[in-house]
Every structure is written in C-alpha cells, then in structure tokens.
C-alpha cells in the first residue's frame, strides 16, 4: 500500500504485507525513543491532536512521537473548547484545521467521524478511537508488542494462542486487533465475556473465516493456558447508564493466585489500559505489578514507537531519518 499522504482510519486498510512495513519502521524508532539519538526529520510540521474524547495515552503519545521526529504539535482537547460545540461540521472543521496542520491525529465518541472528518482534510488523519469502532493505532501496537514479547520464546505471529477478556462488545481495541489478527495464520483465539458483552458477529466470522479457531465462553479458569491474555475494561462510557455497566464490572479479574494457577510460565498480560482499578472492578490487580510478563506498561511504551512509524510513513520520511540524526545532550536514563 500507498503510506505518503494516506489517511489511517481502519484496520481493514491494511494487508500484511503493509503490517510488516509498520511494524519494521516501529523498530527504526527505538534509538530514537530511548533517547540514544536525536532525530529532526520533521522539523517545521505541525500536527493538530483533536481529542474530543479522554485520552492519556493515545493523545500523548502521538504528541511525544511528533516531537521525537522533530515536528511540533498543537492540541485541541474536548468537545466543548471546539466551535464543533456551535454546530460547525466536522466537515468543515477539517477544511480549517487541515489549513494549519500537515497531519492531523483524532479521537471522537462517534463512530466512523474520525472518516467523515477525513473526507474534509487535505492532509492525513489518523483516527486515534472513533467510538466502539475501531482504534487501528492502538491494534497495530499491540501487534508490535505480541511480536516482540513472543519472540525470546521463539514464537511468531502465526499459531499463536490468544486470550481476549472483558467488554468485547463495546472494545475497539479487540475490534481491531482482532481484524489483524485475521490476516496470520493457524491462531487459537478465546473470547472470554458475559454474554451481553460478546463480540460483534462481524468480528468473530473475520476470525473463523481466516481458518483460526475461535472458542466463546464466559468461564476464565481453564481458557487461560495460552501464550497472550489480552484483558479489557468495562466500557462504562458506552452504556446507557453507570448501573448498567456495574453489572458487569469485577466478573473476569485477573490476579497473581489465578495466574499462577491456570497460566502457562511464558503467558503474557496485555491490556491497552486505562485498567479500573477501583476495588468493584479490578480487572487486572496490582498484585500482577512485579511479574515480568506483565507486558501493560511495555505496550504503552511500544504506543511511541508505532506512532512515529505512522506519522513518518505517511509524511514519506521513513527512508530519510539516518539524515537527520544528532546527539542527545542531556541526562537521560532511558
Ligand atoms: N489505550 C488507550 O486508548 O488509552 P487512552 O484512552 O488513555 O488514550
């Protein structure tokens, strides 16, 4: 595929062909993001972060993988501090902004608007969440984090066993994986919910008709001998009313006595965070902290090093960034 100049807003954009690509760029960065070099490849581009939806994670660390490339960021946070709050379109809030922007990262509570902003912009959007839909930056870092933690046990992304836990309805993050995961081979996937909270339909034939196996079940004990459990929050902020998200909360928590005695010595937890970590919900206890194949805070980390691909990738830099290198000059401990 095409990078320079594309929009990144779905999964379903990608073969995995275009994933290798990603994934290889991401590890470019590392120098970079661990500080061991500097690079200013974007030196004089903007990106416009608009994040009308909370964030900590994506909105940061799109702005953090903009500066490390050099490039400098402007932010609009939350619907209210927006003229989208006087009626403009988002149509016509992308011809604005796109104006002042050379690419431009979004998060909306709306499900394919983060697309329909696109159709206004003239430069990339990359869609940082749009509703329960879909979050293909979030899914491509948690590719580059499966690769890289399955790797010292000489695994790959084919055949792997993959556990998804948790709200797999309202989750656009196993929307997205999961639409990934389709294009590898031979892969056991175990969705684990209450019923209410199955994954879409759509999303599970992805899988099956890719030939994986997928088991469905709301039982946690003995579906956690795999190589990943990929554990996901309550979506309070997708349900109807905080009671009705309460009922849910708490059902599937993982902790380091359920670890030690359903998990394989090689599982690794995943999750794309923000946990809940109030004592109701507890979806992934702090006890877990000190286990090194906790991967959670890896994966944040792996969140820089794929936006830095992307933003390189479709502003057609990834081949120049050894140009643009200098030394880091200050103390670091990265
Ligand atoms: N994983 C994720 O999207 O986190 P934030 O909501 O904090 O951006």
């Known amino acids: ?15 995995r062909d275009a994933i290798s690509r990603i994934l290889e760029v991401s590890s470019l960065m590392a120098p970079y993001a661990m500080r061991k070099k500097r690079c200013h490849v974007l030196e004089g581009a903007i990106l416009n972060n608009l994040f009308f939806e909370p964030s900590t994670r994506t909105r940061v660390s799109f ?9 400098s960021v402007r932010e609009t946070v939350g619907q209210e501090n927006s ?3 006087k009626g403009e379109s ?16 979004m998060r909306h509570p709306t499900m394919h608007s983060v697309e329909e902003f696109s159709k206004g912009s003239s430069v990339p959007v990359i869609n940082g969440g749009d509703g329960a839909n879909e979050h293909p930056t979030q899914a491509l870092l948690d590719l580059f984090t499966i690769q890289s933690e399955m790797a010292p046990h000489n695994k790959t992304l084919d055949g792997l066993n993959i556990v998804l836990m948790g709200d797999l309805k309202h989750g656009r993050t196993v929307h997205s994986l999961s639409k990934l995961l389709s294009l590898y081979k031979n892969m056991k996937v175990t969705m684990i919910s209450p019923d209410a909270l199955k ?24 579906n956690l001998s795999c190589d990943i459990i990929y554990q996901t929050r309550i979506q ?4 109807a009313s905080k009671d009705e998200a309460n009922l849910y909360r708490g059902h599937f928590s993982l902790n380091k006595e359920v670890y030690q005695q359903f998990c394989q010595e090689h599982t690794v937890i995943m999750h794309p965070l923000p946990r809940d970590s109030r004592p109701e919900a507890n979806e992934l206890d702090s006890d877990l902290n000190d286990l090194d194949n906790l991967a959670i805070f890896r994966q944040a980390q792996n ?7 992307l933003f390189a990738l479709t502003l057609g830099v990834e081949n120049k960034l050894s140009q643009f290198e200098k030394p880091v000059t200050w103390y670091t401990n990265k």
């Open 303 to 309: 969140g820089v090093l794929v936006r830095m691909a």
């Open 63 to 71: 702005g953090a993988a903009f500066n490390l490339l050099g490039g």
């Open 1 to 15: 595929m095409k990078f320079e100049g594309s929009h990144i807003l779905s999964v379903s954009q990608f073969n």
């Open 83 to 85: 003229s989208l709050s």
């Open 199 to 222: 994954m879409p339909d759509s999303i599970i034939s992805s899988l099956t008709n890719a030939g994986h196996e997928v088991v469905i079940t709301d039982k946690i004990e003995h």
């Open 90 to 105: 988002l149509f016509d809030t992308a011809r604005v902004i796109s104006g002042y922007s050379d690419v431009i990262a």
């Open 236 to 239: 309070q902020e997708r349900f």
